[in-house]
């Protein structure tokens, strides 16, 4: 049976059978939306309105890449670093519709498709000229374990110029946790002339300072330089 015939007997199957819109939807296998919006063509297009109709978009215009559209594109890549969707966005209001492939290929054709990376800032890595001069404690966490709601964490010690590391697992943060670490270092490896750490609990408390002091080693805060420099500024 023809497509078009088809669904002109849908839309008619109400007035000559008395049958429910739900009904005759169910025995031709549609539903109801697409039965109102065949009824609707019907009843506006006529016999015509039940044809296939294209997907395209009416308003689409073919637009052409100018020399004017070309340069804008090149600059809106150079100065703002923006990519083929952003630049098909801006062109949209004054030009129309461009598609992105032929925004991309032309980029492609400047070697501007893939952009270097401009690093704002440069970091500095600590590097210390002998073992145990600097050490740096940290914290990490928390972690859970599967099938558990309890709070997990590492704390470790990591050499600032041999890059060995003494670490536990611990289910706290405390000054006595992150001593232990720092004792198992110095019976593997001897007493660190510094230490280095954040301004987490663990290392501000006053336990964690004494025995740094009575052991004679010195004390470094990423913490405190951060709240000196605020303060300066």
């Known amino acids: 049976m023809d497509i078009i015939e088809n669904r002109y007997k849908m839309i008619i199957e109400s007035e000559r059978s008395g049958r429910t819109i739900s009904d005759i939807c169910i ?19 006529g016999i015509d309105g039940l044809k296939n109709q294209s997907k395209r978009p009416h308003n689409v215009k073919n637009v052409k890449v100018t020399k004017e559209i070309e340069k804008i594109i090149l600059e809106l890549r150079l100065n703002n670093r ?3 969707m952003r630049i098909r966005f801006r062109l ?12 991309y290929n032309l980029l492609k054709r400047h070697n501007l ?3 270097s990376v401009k690093l704002k800032r440069k970091y500095k890595r600590f590097e210390m ?29 990591i050499d600032d110029c041999s890059r060995k590391v003494v670490s536990k697992w611990c289910n706290r943060r405390t000054s006595e946790k ?21 301004g987490g609990r663990e290392f501000t408390s006053n336990k964690f300072k004494n025995y740094l002091i009575l052991n004679g080693i010195k004390r470094t805060s990423r913490y405190l330089k951060v709240i000196h420099k605020n303060r300066v500024k």
């Open 113 to 115: 498709n893939v952009l």
């Open 27 to 45: 025995a031709f296998g549609v539903s109801r939306q697409t039965w109102y919006k065949w009824k609707r063509r019907y009843n506006v297009y």
């Open 178 to 198: 992150a001593l232990s670490v720092l004792q198992e270092w110095i019976e593997l490896y001897g007493k660190p002339m510094k230490v280095m750490h954040d």
């Open 92 to 103: 949209k209001r004054k030009y129309g519709q461009l598609r992105h492939k032929i925004i």
């Open 129 to 157: 000229k002998h073992p145990n001069e600097l050490v740096q404690m940290d914290t990490k966490g928390p972690f859970y374990l599967k099938g558990s709601q309890n709070k997990h964490y590492f704390i470790h010690v």
């Open 82 to 84: 923006f990519g083929p």
